[in-house]
């Protein structure tokens, strides 16, 4: 029972990561109808951004001597690199996607795994194969609660995920961009006639995404703390399947599909050998989508390939 | 009174059109006597055209790397590949601008059959010559044979049939390890499975059937991802297809008796360039009948509208499955062929690098189209190699190509293009058709 219970806690953990980078996936199909391949490379690059802003951060603290709090340093981080990240996703928005609006919608997709791959080689290029060690802003603690073991840091990355994607839901929901954006996931053809502009709407769906991976790449970063340039391709794609689980387009299919994910990855390591984790959680997401072809929230529509 | 720079211009315009009317009016056949005979000069004074420009040795890969490595050497290269390619290409073009027509105007009267293998022949006994001077350029000519496979069996899937496909290197593994497996069972020696069932010398012979074995191994795995994915219309094969790349990938790295992780090392060495290329312009001459026959065009109204097709009586679905089928039995074909050339197969090599790989030939080279998949295959293997000296920064250069190359033209170089054989190796000159 206790092993259940720990394994509960692990699979949130693992989970949020895969939620937060399927939230980016999935904004951005229910808007432009097309997959942003490059996501799982924002993810690695908003790491990266991460490590560079704690870095300076604390850089900054050893220089002037004002004590800054790990907490505070953190937040700080996660802030300033969702700022900077989001300039990111804006960038290949506007470089890959923008031109290709019209066009085959495959076209686009492999735009985006041609930026993701400039991605991870421009960082090879310019930061060399030695692996960084992310920083650790904040002391580890261990609690125990029963049986179960719960670090602090644990807490912080499905704390912080789960806070995100309330704000994520409030903006969506309530704010007048948050209606924009679901109107142009309505239809992006005809919501444009009555005003609402597609390039306002599609950089800041790019925008949030992007913005959400780089937090799940710092919250990585605590976790997980080596950080290396490929890191984003295998949870990158996972994640997509997450995002198509949860139903195209569906925010908080997504999110769920992807703490489904974390769960299913997580239980089966934990009763098989972990060695046919992939060959399990992958047939049981293919049986679940034999049974649900449109995953858990999406509708059934066809889509027209436009060739 | 005369305008210097306007002669000159017209002078300019002279040359290129007299180029673009001489590179018009010689046949294919001639292209390839011209080539056969740049093979020959290099096979026979290569070595010594290269010494008196300087050159280490015969330039490889038309001087990609030499040029990369040691840039002084560029007027060097840039000379060998004008006295050896340019030169005797051009001559024997020229010269035999006449005796080729004429030639081809006879072989255009008889089969198809005969003038395919005629020219085939002809560029097969080149590129062996080719091929000769080097190991390098042997195993740069098999991958890249093994590539157009791969793209052209892909293109049947995204482009013909307009899916987004992803897992052509599960069908490639599929086919790989079966073949793989066979051959080291009845016909090797070796540590894994013990002593060989079959007499050695009968191994060569029955490869083909090795290959089909493996085709038909990827086949039954599309078989597993087509039934339950075109129920529905939509990006569903998308993610299907990527849950059964996974699938396929960790389920070798679990299987003991075929290596693990480890893989499977010293098959026997069956893939050699006459069989590469026997398979390679089978797959060619299949695919396009393929898809220029009635299940061809039937695959086309899916693509476009599927409800349409419907109602003009095309079994949708049979359509979808057999054509994801056929794909996938060629890729398994190219991957048993792939794992007998490099004679070393583990599961890193078909994830999703390979995919990325693939796909960027697929786009690169043009949708719908047989002769756009055999250009992207080529250029964009060709380009992986000669910029190898570049280390990583080759995946920049390539991913930058590839993303302009969408941007200006989104379905690719030559997209929706037919591929007409008959067309190719017709005379070129007026007089001489028909």
Redesign the interface.
Known sequence: MDLFLQNIVNGLQWGSFYALIALGYSMVYSILMLFNFAHGDVFMVGSYIGFGVATALLGFVALTGIPLPGWLILILTILFSMFFTSFVGMFIERVGYRPLRDAPRASAAITGLMIGIILETGNLAILGARRLRFPQLVESATYQFGGVYVTNKKILIVGVSLGLMFLLHRFIQKTKWGMAMRAMSFDFQVVPLMGVSINKIAPLTFAIGSALASAAGILYGLAYPVLDPYMGILLGWKAFVAAILGGRGSILGAALAGFLLGFIEIFVAWIFPSTLRDVIAYSIILLILTFRPHGFFGQAHSTQLRL | MDIPGHTLQRDKKGVKARLKNFAASVPLIGWFLGFMGAVLVEYFLGDLISYYLGLPKIPVLFGFLTVLKRPLLIPGTVGYLLVVYGLPILIISKFLQKPANKLAGFLAKGPVTIAALVHLGLFYAALHLWADLSDYRLLVLKLTMIAIMLTLSINVI?GYM?E?SCSHPGFMALGAYTASTITLLLFANDKQFGDALLPEALGPYLFPLVLIAGGIAAALGALVIAV?SF??????L???S???L??V???I??LEFVGGPRGMSSQPHYSTLPMVFIVMVLCIWIINNFVRSTMGKALNAV????LAAESMTVNTRKTKIITFMFGAFWAGVAGGLFAHVLRYVNPGSFG?QRL?EI??MV?FGG?NSVTGSIVGAVSINILSEALRPLE??K??II??L??LV??FR??GLIAFTEFKPKELMKPRQKSLEG
């Not at chain 2, 129920?231 to 569903?236: A, H, S």
């Open positions: 995204n307009g987004f339950p129920r529905t219309r939509g990006d569903y998308a993610i299907i990527l849950a059964f996974f699938i990938k960790s389920l790295e679990n693509r476009d509208n599927e999703i990325a796909l960027a786009y949708l990583i920064y995946w920049i991913p930058l590839l993303i969408m941007l989104p379905t």
